[in-house]
């Protein structure tokens, strides 16, 4: 099964193209907030080196967050596109599980992934390892980091801190002594690991059609707008 | 909070632009007032203000949602939240995190919502009970990212003070 991943749910652009076999080619582009210009020149360059055509896809995965919105929406309008006119199916990928993929290897601790939100916010969600893939024992949330050091701290065991929430917020776990931040780890999700992680979910068919592929942005307060105070309208 | 006074429209777009020589990278400026009032004129006088090229339209995102204005320093976000139903669409076009990463965003009838948009300014237009030219424009601020700017503004738009 041929897939096509797509990263842009942080500064950086990644894409890759895999199967069976592993992956067959890969592109990063630290972007600086260019995901928009990147992202199609990067699919047609690894659709060439990898000799393939995208009317061979069978599955695009994405990154659907959490993450930056302005890089979200150009990596879920893309892969919507695709699957859309090659009539293919998407992959939903979280970001925060893509992050926790990397320690899958390494670790037997409980795994804490985060990606910095700004406005002195995280992204985060703890996973436990076990065949070859990461557990969630969270759900992904975004809080002020001392909320994720209290968690932490009131589970009690060992966890290995991966990701840039960790990093921009390390002062609110220092205190924490059966934390061990991983600062030699990526601190981005990478789209190796979003590609082993999308063949994993696609072989159990873990998709949506196109139209139904959400973003995960979980700062989204779903009220209604109350224009009845606006005179004038 | 700043009261000022302007009798035509040009005059809305010489304090915009006034207003626009005091804004930093990050800012985010609400503007509310009823259709007619002048919010439209107020970001073609504070694109001006800014740098952006007297060759760029500067027109109402009604329809389009936002437009984006590069200035080469700056890029300048207007959006007009008009059309929108909920705030969750507010929070899709991520207008805070545009301001988070360095732009400058300028919103129509961001007032509405004024709970996701974090530290912002607010300019208020609103039309005279008499003279239809004239307009009450109301200066505000949620947060505190002007405070150190604030008396330099009461200064820069004195000269259409009530």
Known sequence: ??????????????????????????????????????????????????????????????????????????????????????????????????????????????????????????????????????????????????????????????????????????????????????????????????????????????????????????????AEINWATREGR | MIDARTTHVEQTEELAAALAALVRPRDIIVLSGEMGAGKTAFVRGFATGMGVSSDETVSSPTFTLVHTYDTGKLVIHHADLYRLGRLSDVEDLGLRELADLGDVVVIEWGNVAEEVLGDHLVVSLEVDDDEEDTRHVVVSVVGHTWDSRWEQLKRALAKWGN
């Open chain 1, 1 to 222: 099964m041929l897939i096509l991943g797509i990263e842009t749910a942080v500064e950086h652009v990644g894409v890759a193209l895999g199967d069976h076999r592993g992956t067959l080619a890969t592109a990063t582009v630290n972007s600086d907030r260019r995901h928009a210009e990147s992202l199609a020149p990067m699919i047609e360059f690894v659709c060439a080196h990898a000799g393939m055509t995208l009317r061979q896809l069978d599955a695009v995965a994405v990154d659907v967050g959490p993450g930056l919105f302005t890089g979200l929406r150009v990596g879920i309008a893309a892969a919507q596109s695709l699957a859309w006119a090659l009539d293919i199916p998407v992959v939903p990928m979280c970001s925060l599980d893509v992050l926790a993929q990397q320690a899958a290897r390494t670790e037997d601790d409980v795994v804490a992934a985060a990606l910095d939100a700004r406005r002195g916010e995280m992204y985060w969600a703890v996973y436990k390892p076990g065949d070859g893939r990461m557990m969630r024992l969270t759900e992904p949330v975004v809080t002020p980091p001392d909320d994720c050091a209290i968690h932490l701290a009131e589970r009690d065991q060992y966890v290995t801190c991966v990701g840039s929430g960790f990093v921009r917020h390390h002062d609110s776990f220092e205190a924490l002594t059966r934390t061990t931040m991983r600062a030699d780890q990526a601190t981005w999700p990478s789209i190796d690991d979003l590609l082993v992680l999308a063949g994993q979910q696609a072989a159990r068919e873990e998709w949506v059609e196109a139209h139904m592929l959400e973003p995960l942005y979980l700062r989204v307060p779903d």
